[in-house]
């Protein structure tokens, strides 16, 4: 089954559950600060390992110690609940990367 888009509603529903998460035109994104760039690094690592996973894949940016992505389903140009549970997986390793 395709994936559906998520109206404004049900986007901004689930961005009140995400902190630091938010609606850049058809995407979602968020910024992650970390001790070092080694620490981001490892992040980007785990990041991709759960793309693969999810076999869904974000614009995601290394920094120095700053680690940012985009989010959407490209194949409807804009955002679906595949968004949000890559969203929550990554929230789930910044906490054990002590990202900020």
Partial sequence: MA??????????D???ELPGWSRDGDRIARSYRLASHFAAT???????????ELDHHSDLTLGYNK???????HTVGGVTEKDFTLAR????????????
């Fill in 3 to 12: 994936a559906e888009p998520l109206s404004q509603k049900e986007i901004e």
């Fill in 14 to 16: 689930r961005l009140s």
């Fill in 42 to 52: 490892a992040m980007v690592v785990h990041i991709a390992q759960v793309q693969e």
């Fill in 67 to 73: 680690v940012s992505l985009t989010v959407n389903t």
């Fill in 89 to 100: 997986r990554i929230e789930t390793l910044a906490a054990v990367h002590g990202a900020q």
